[in-house]
């Protein structure tokens, strides 16, 4: 069990440390979406990078996102820009606020035919009123 635990912190250690190389051009929409859940980087106000993992999903083609009050969604209020993780590699997006509240049913829509039962279990409130802060990213 002892084993299974400290491997466990090494790979969580992994995920957030060390030199990751930034990519430039497109990722396919597929590419992300296939995804259960994956990275992203902002930069905190001292500098410090911030590696979170969460739930995306793709909406016309762009990747979208939610969150509730958090660190991470600070730092886009901040800074615009943001790194999605994959295969060991940045790719970098601007991310647009978006306050519509019909595209942020759209993007509770979405979200809710990826995950199915997840999403309805542990966001049961109207759809468009399940996080207080949603955005596209743009690359």
Same mark, same amino acid.
């Given at each position: ?5 400290? @491997?466990?912190? @090494? ?5 957030? +440390?060390? &030199?990751?190389?930034?990519? +430039?051009?497109?990722?396919?929409? /597929? ?5 259960? +859940? ?6 905190d106000a ?8 969460i739930?995306?999903a793709? $909406?016309?083609?762009?990747?979208i996102? =939610?969150?509730? /009050?958090? =660190?991470?969604? /600070?730092? $886009?209020?901040r ?7 994959? &295969?060991?590699?940045?790719r970098?997006?601007r991310?647009?606020?978006?306050t ?5 049913v =759209?993007?509770? #829509?979405?979200?809710? !035919?990826?995950?199915? $039962?997840? !999403? =309805?279990?542990?966001? &049961?409130q #109207?759809?468009? #009123? ?5 955005a596209?990213l743009?690359?």
């Amino acid at each position: 069990m002892k084993t299974l635990v400290g @491997l466990a912190f @090494l790979l969580t250690l992994s995920c957030a +440390s060390g &030199s990751i190389p930034v990519a +430039s051009g497109p990722v396919a929409p /597929e590419t992300i979406d296939e995804r259960w +859940s994956l990275h992203v980087v902002t930069v905190d106000a001292d500098g410090d990078e911030r590696v979170t993992r969460i739930w995306i999903a793709v $909406l016309d083609g762009d990747p979208i996102l =939610r969150t509730g /009050e958090s =660190r991470w969604w /600070e730092n $886009l209020q901040r800074d615009p820009t943001i790194r999605i993780r994959l &295969s060991g590699t940045d790719r970098v997006y601007r991310a647009e606020l978006v306050t519509d509240p019909s595209q942020q049913v =759209r993007i509770d #829509e979405v979200f809710l !035919e990826k995950y199915g $039962l997840w !999403e =309805r279990v542990l966001f &049961s409130q #109207e759809r468009g #009123e399940t996080h207080t802060n949603y955005a596209r990213l743009r690359q």
